[in-house]
Each structure stands twice: as C-alpha cells, then as structure tokens.
C-alpha cells in the first residue's frame, strides 16, 4: 500500500480533471484509473479518464505544484446547537464566506412575501385571524382606526414563480428541495466567483439525506463536514427563554385585542342607541310641526279675530222687538 502511495499521481486519489475543470477535490474511483509517467491517477468517470488520456499534459503538475481549491465547509446540527455563531467565527477567521443556507431561500422570496415564511413565522392561528378580522369589521363600524401591529398593513396577494412556490413549501413543510433548484442555488457557490476561489462555510445544509446524496451525485464535494452535537438540556436552557417571551407578548395581544373589541362593541351599542335618540327626538319635533300647520290651516285668520261686542241701542237702530220693551241687541263683528 505505502508502494502505491508513493506512485500517486499530482492530484493523490482525487480526480484531475475535476480539479481541472471545475477546482472541485472530487475522489477518484480506484477502477478508472491510468498511468501517466509511471504515476497512477484516478477519475471520477470513464469520460474524465478518456479526456486526461486525450491531452494528459493539461492535467499534470510541471514547474509548480497544482493549486488546491480553498476550503469548503458543510456545517449541520440541530436547531439551537450554536452552529451559527460557531460558523460566522470560523469564516471570519478563515477569511471565507459564511452562507445561511435557509436564510438565502428566505431572501429568494422575500421581495414578493416582505416577510420570512415558515412554521416558526406564522403566529397568527385560525381563531386569531378570525379575532383580528372581527375586529377590523367593528372599527369600521365604529369609525375608529385600529392601530394594532398585524393589522396596520394589508399585504397584497402576491405571484410566486414556479422556481419560487417550490422554495416556499419546502420551508413551509419541511420538505428537501429538489435536484433542479439544488442545482442553481449550489452552482452559485461551487462553480462562480468570488465564492468558488475564496471558499465558504455552508452553514445548514445539507438537511436532508436527499440533498447529502444530490452533493456526491452532482459531484460538489466539501472538504469537510461538521456535525455539532449539544445535549438536549443546553437547547432548551437557549430557546426556551426566547419561545416564552414570544408567548408571552402573543397573550398579551391576544387579551388586547379582546378588550379591544369588547370596548368597540360597548361604543357601537352607545353610538346605535344615540343614533336612534336622535332619530325619534326629530320624527317627534317633525309630528309638532305638521300639528301645529293644520291648526292653523283650519282657523285662519280667526287666530286674530277680534270679537266685538256691542250694545245697540235697538230702538235707535232697529225696530223694537215686540214684547221686549227697551231690551238691547248683542252684535257680533269680525275685524
């Protein structure tokens, strides 16, 4: 074995035309292997050992030694575990890139949704949004502007693209992505500048086997693989705190917006019975008013009449009634 060892080509057990190509360390298979100048090298396919066999110059060392690619790190573990303050340490003392991997598919989407997506994310339940829809309804009613956090900005329904909807309900259902977005997303950091010559920690990822598995397919291979392990007692002691304040100001809210609409129902009932005052206070004045139009239309000018009595007497204006010696006549006139 050490005899082998020492016949190994420039590039050791990994493939050159990998390195080559793509400035991946991609391991060669031991049964595509060729002697190039009495060196063994081994390839990662029967086609890149037939294009090293085609022009074996272009993959081989002369003056120099070959340049290695820089380091690519997969750092995983459990939410809570410190793998993110863990990897922005490591980057910055590397001089690498420290790449998120959910939070790049959170930016993906963020423009269109200008909120991050996710069960962690939805802290609205079915009976909340029903409380917050009741509520939108009664200020309406009420005239009254509602000035709770959730319900300040309606955000429109927006288009995702197809690519889009499939990073969506992956964070949503915690489903892996598949090998069609992998590839676009994964290419970016492999295969383009700056981040293929500078290297990077890809900071939780993979997730899932599938996507472990779409990486030695697709053959972006990292140079190391960290897995944190922390017990379950210190992720509690990190997240717990968080997660009750969290449920702690969402009760708070919650009894709120109880109280909210509870008083916007009070100022409604007030407001209604008000209303209906008013209403009847107008129909009473309206029903005095025509009252009073038809007693006058009836009497006329007899509002202002005088009555006039007069006592004539009879015997010098008019004959003398038989019978009623000096009596006087009552006269009655209108003026």
Known sequence: MKERKRHLGDTKHFCPVVLKENFILQPGN??????????????????????????????????????????????????????????????????????????????????????????????????????????????????????????????????????????????MENEPLPPEILEVILSEWWLKEPIRSTGFILDGFPRYPEEAQFLGDRGFFPDVAVFIQVDDQDIFDRLLPAQIEKWKLKQKKKLERKKLIKDMKAKIRVDTIAKRRAELILERDKKRREVSNVFFFKTGSHSVAQVRVQWHNHSSLQPRTPGLKGSSHLSLSKC
């Open 30 to 171: 031991t049964e595509e292997a060729a002697k190039y100048r009495e060196k063994i090298y081994y390839f990662s396919s029967a086609e890149a050992k037939e294009k090293f066999l085609e022009h074996p110059e272009d993959y081989v060392a002369h003056k120099e030694p070959l340049k290695a690619p820089p380091l690519r790190i997969c750092l995983v573990g459990p939410q809570g575990s410190g793998k993110t303050m863990c990897g922005r340490q490591l980057a910055e003392k590397l001089n690498i890139f420290h790449i998120q991997f959910e939070e790049v598919l959170q930016e993906k989407l963020l423009l269109k949704t200008e909120k991050k997506v996710g069960p962690e994310f939805e802290e609205d339940s079915e009976d909340e949004q029903a409380a917050k829809q009741e509520l939108e309804e009664l200020a309406i009613q009420a005239n009254v502007k509602v000035e709770e956090e959730n319900t300040k900005k309606q955000l429109p329904e927006v288009q995702l693209t197809e690519e889009e909807e499939v990073i969506k309900s992956s964070l």
